[in-house]
């Protein structure tokens, strides 16, 4: 089967100059144009897909299975970014056009997909992956072919490569970050640890773990993991309402996010009696569960919809323009977002395609235009940002109630490996 190859400009074509101009607006501040009447040869050393017009990447996510409930979102805020930035030019004077891969929720697939696009079709970059599971399956693949992976998913740390470009959020962002909020806000001190079983629900609450007795100085009361796409999650709520947390930590993902939220409110746990902070409940999710199962519980992230600002005010009213009144915007959406305007960036500052130019360029680039506000790349790969914490709303949104100082990232901190 051939890979759909996106020639992302046409997509555009027919949208009005109002709305262009309102496009063009989203990320003004980030550089345009520079070096565009290089040659090929000057750009692009190491063979990748580039020619004197067009530059192709690849997009390498979950748009079937469990997980593309949570991955459709990214789809389409990478395909944004690039419709957008091919209107303001392209890069380097070339046009991106994009080859997709599906994942399909299935970890092996990832890799051989990754395979596909770094050593059959030689893409110049990679906008992909949500669960780290994935990550960990395509790492290798990028680590020795040398390629480069926008990754957009909050995650458990532990990890930094050359060959990756962190957009979400590490642990000491939100998993300590939130927690901390829990316990100083709520006075939690007893703790029940939920998670989906696979990598990153289980890193993340031994992360939780060790923050709640080393430091905070609490109790986890329970701990439990369920396979991806579960559903029957009646012998949990029982156990939660026995064990009585003062908080529950929740890391269910993908589609078991409806199951377990609606299952929650039929067996009359609300917020008004039991404490919740999910880490892993974006808006995009929300949309399926629907917001009457979830009103009042908090979410740990750095992103909302809600965010008033005017960055963000543009980048919603381009997101629902292109994909209808109805889209949704969660933070994993937004990361995905700011994938390719990161790799314009460096692709500019360094004034190649060259990966190793790429990773050697991230380092210090800021966005001032960012939705969620204002990011800058680390030499570690990782993004500073805010945490936020949110509370669901009838209508499927968060309210933000809580938002930190800028948080340098430190994916490794000690004493929590």
């Keep these: 089967m051939k890979p759909t190859v996106l020639n992302a400009p046409s997509n555009l074509r027919a949208i009005s100059r109002s709305l262009r101009t309102l496009l063009f607006g989203v990320m003004a501040s980030v550089p345009l144009l520079v070096n565009a009447g290089t040659t090929t040869a000057e750009v692009n050393t190491t063979g990748l897909a580039v020619t004197d017009s067009v530059v192709k990447v690849g997009q390498l996510h979950s748009a079937t299975g469990t997980m593309a409930i949570s991955e459709t979102g990214s789809i389409q805020a990478e395909r944004l970014a690039i419709d957008q930035i091919n209107e303001m030019g392209g890069i380097l004077g070339r046009k991106i056009e994009i080859i997709q891969e599906d994942g399909a929720s299935d970890w092996p697939t990832f890799a051989e997909k990754a395979r596909k696009l770094l050593v059959n079709d030689k893409v110049a970059a990679v906008f992909g992956c949500w669960t780290s599971a994935s990550r960990k399956a395509v790492l290798p693949v990028f680590e020795k072919e040398n390629g480069m992976l926008y990754y957009p998913t909050f995650y458990e740390g532990l990890e930094q490569s050359k060959n990756v470009i962190y957009t979400g959020q590490e642990a000491t962002q939100q998993i300590i970050a939130g927690l901390d909020w829990l316990a100083k806000t709520k006075g939690a001190k007893k703790f029940y640890l939920v998670g989906s079983d696979y990598i990153w629900p289980r890193t993340s609450n031994k992360i939780a773990r060790k923050h709640i007795e080393n430091v905070l100085k609490g109790e986890v009361v329970g701990e439990d993991y369920f396979p991806l796409g579960h559903t029957q999650f009646g012998s949990l709520i029982n156990k939660i309402k026995l064990k009585k947390p003062d908080a529950v930590y929740s890391i269910i993902v993908g589609g078991s996010n409806v199951a377990w939220w609606k299952q929650l409110k039929a067996a009359g746990v609300t917020s008004d009696k039991q404490t919740i902070l999910t880490i892993s409940v974006t808006e995009d999710e929300i949309l399926g569960i629907g917001g009457e199962n979830m009103v009042g519980f908090y979410a740990a992230m750095k992103y909302f919809q809600s965010l008033d600002n005017d960055n963000n005010k543009k980048f919603v009213a381009a997101f629902k323009a292109k994909y209808g009144d109805k889209a949704v ?39 001032k235009t960012a939705p969620e506000g204002y990011v800058k790349v680390h030499e570690n790969h990782h993004l500073w940002s805010k945490l936020r914490i949110g509370e669901a709303l009838a209508d499927g949104q968060y309210k933000v109630i809580y938002e930190s100082d800028l948080i340098e990232p430190n994916p490794v901190p000690k004493g929590y490996q």
């Design 329 to 367: 915007i969660g933070d994993v959406t937004q990361a995905a977002y700011l994938g390719p305007w990161l790799w314009k960036a460096a692709v500019e500052k360094a004034g190649s395609f060259d990966i190793d130019k790429i990773a050697a360029a991230s380092p210090g680039i800021e966005l």
